[in-house]
C-alpha cells in the first residue's frame, strides 16, 4: 500500500461496511459506545474499520472501511485526526491542531 | 480554534462523567465493592499498597493544585471552563485515593502523617517543577507540565495498575478505570490546546523543554526509588497476580516479570509516551542526565 497508485485502485473500490455492537467501552453516552472499544496492546490486531487514537489510545471503530484522508473524532479525548498512510504501509493517523 | 474548545464544554464533561461512567459509583467504584482480602490479610502487602496509595494521593493533589492554578492563567474561557472540570476531576481523585486509604487501615487522624511517611521525596521533587512554573504565571508550561508530562505518567500508571488489578483486586481496578477515562480528556486537552499555542508562541519552546527536563529526572528517580523499596513485594505482588493467569501490559506478561523488568517496561512506557506527544505539539524531547 506504499504505492500510490495502488492507493488509487483502492480508493476505486467499494468500501466494507461493518455492522457495530457495544463492546464494553463505557466511556462515552451509551449512543455513541459502540464506535469504541478498549485497545489490549501489541497483539490486539485490528479491523479494517478500527483505527488506534494516539492520544488516548482507545481503539476508534467506524461503520465503514477506515481510508486514508478520512476524517475522525475520539470522543473520550476530544481530539480530531486525519488518516494518513505510516511509512510500514498501516493507516494511521495525524492530529489536527 | 473556537470549535475544537467548545468540545470540551462543562455540558459534555456533564454527559461522559458524572452522567456517564462515573453514574452509580461510589469512590470511584461499585457500591458494596471492598478491598481484596488478599491485601487487608497479609501486613506487608497491606503496607505496600498504603504505600504506592500515598504516591497516588500526592501526584493528585499536585495536579489539583496546578489544574485549579491554570484555571486563572488560561487566555480564554473556553480554557477555563475545561480547566475547571478538570480541576474538579483532580479533587475527586484526591478523594477516591485517600478514601482507599481509610479502607486500607489508616486512621483519619493518621493521614498527613502517614502520607508524610511514605512520600517518595522524588515525586514532591517532580511536583515542584511543574507549580514553580504555574506560581510564575506560566500558562504554556504549565498545561505541558501538567496535561503532557504529569497526566502522561498518571495515565501509563494507572493503565499498568488497572491491568494486574482487574482480577484480584477488582475495586481498585474499578476506581482506576474511571480515573483513566478522565486522564483521556486532560492528555487530549494538553495536546490540542497546546498544539496550537506552541505554534503561536516558538520562543517558549527552550524553557518548556527545560521543565520536561527536570520532571522527566525526577520521574524516573521516583520510579527507582519507589522498586528499589518494593522489590520483594512487587515480586509477592507479582505471584498474587499469577496465580489468576497472566496481565499483558504493552506486550510483557507482568504476573511473570521480574521487579526489575516490571520497572524497565514502565519506565519505557512513560518516556516513549513522552517523546510521542511532544513532537505531535511540536516540542523536542529532553533526555534528563545523572539517572
Known amino acids: ?73 475520539c470522543m473520550p479525548c476530544m481530539s480530531r485526526m486525519i488518516v494518513v498512510l505510516g511509512e510500514d504501509g498501516t493507516l494511521q493517523t495525524d492530529v489536527t491542531y | 480554534m473556537a470549535d475544537f474548545l467548545n468540545s470540551y464544554s462543562i455540558q459534555r464533561w456533564l454527559e461522559l462523567c458524572p452522567q456517564g461512567y462515573l453514574e452509580d459509583t ?20 497491606r503496607t505496600a499498597a498504603i504505600r504506592s496509595t500515598v504516591q497516588l494521593v500526592v ?81 504554556i508550561a504549565g498545561v505541558v507540565g501538567q496535561n503532557i508530562v504529569l497526566e502522561g505518567l498518571a495515565f501509563t500508571v494507572f493503565e499498568m495498575r488497572e491491568i494486574t488489578n482487574r482480577e484480584t483486586n477488582p475495586k481498585f481496578a474499578h476506581t482506576l478505570a474511571g480515573t483513566i477515562a478522565d486522564e483521556r480528556r486532560h492528555v487530549g486537552f494538553g495536546e490540542n490546546r497546546i498544539g496550537s499555542l506552541i505554534k503561536e508562541h516558538p520562543e517558549k519552546k527552550p524553557e518548556v523543554e527545560q521543565m520536561q527536563k527536570d520532571m522527566a529526572f525526577h520521574m524516573l528517580k521516583t520510579l527507582q526509588l519507589s522498586f528499589k523499596h518494593n522489590s520483594e513485594t512487587v515480586e509477592k505482588e507479582r505471584e498474587a497476580v499469577g496465580e489468576v493467569g497472566a496481565a499483558y501490559f504493552h506486550g510483557i506478561d507482568l504476573s511473570t516479570a521480574s521487579s526489575e523488568e516490571t520497572e524497565a517496561i514502565l519506565a519505557n512506557t512513560i518516556l516513549s509516551e513522552f517523546k510521542t506527544r511532544l513532537a505531535r505539539i511540536g516540542l523536542e524531547y529532553q533526555e534528563p542526565v545523572g539517572v
Open chain 1, 1 to 73: 500500500m506504499n504505492d500510490p497508485n495502488e492507493q488509487a485502485v483502492l480508493s476505486e473500490v467499494p468500501r466494507q461496511t461493518f455492522e457495530l455492537e457495544e463492546c464494553g467501552f463505557r466511556e462515552v453516552p451509551k449512543k455513541w459506545r459502540k464506535f469504541y472499544r478498549h485497545w489490549e496492546g501489541p497483539g490486539d490486531e485490528l479491523g479494517p474499520n478500527e483505527i488506534i487514537c494516539p492520544v488516548c489510545k482507545v481503539v476508534i471503530r467506524s461503520k465503514r472501511e477506515i481510508r486514508v484522508g478520512d476524517r475522525l473524532y
Open chain 2, 26 to 45: 461510589v469512590n470511584g467504584h461499585e457500591a458494596g465493592e471492598t478491598e481484596a482480602d488478599l491485601i487487608l490479610k497479609d501486613d506487608e502487602l
Open chain 2, 59 to 139: 501526584g493528585e493533589r499536585a495536579a489539583l493544585a496546578a489544574s485549579s492554578g491554570l484555571v486563572n492563567l488560561a487566555p480564554d474561557y473556553p480554557s477555563k471552563h475545561f480547566l475547571a472540570t478538570q480541576t474538579l476531576d483532580e479533587a475527586r481523585h484526591v478523594e477516591i485515593f485517600t478514601e482507599r486509604l481509610y479502607d486500607l487501615g489508616v486512621k483519619r487522624a493518621d493521614l498527613e502523617s502517614t502520607i508524610d511517611h511514605f512520600v517518595n521525596p522524588h515525586l514532591v521533587n517532580f511536583a515542584e517543577v511543574l507549580l514553580e512554573k504555574i506560581d510564575s504565571g506560566d500558562f
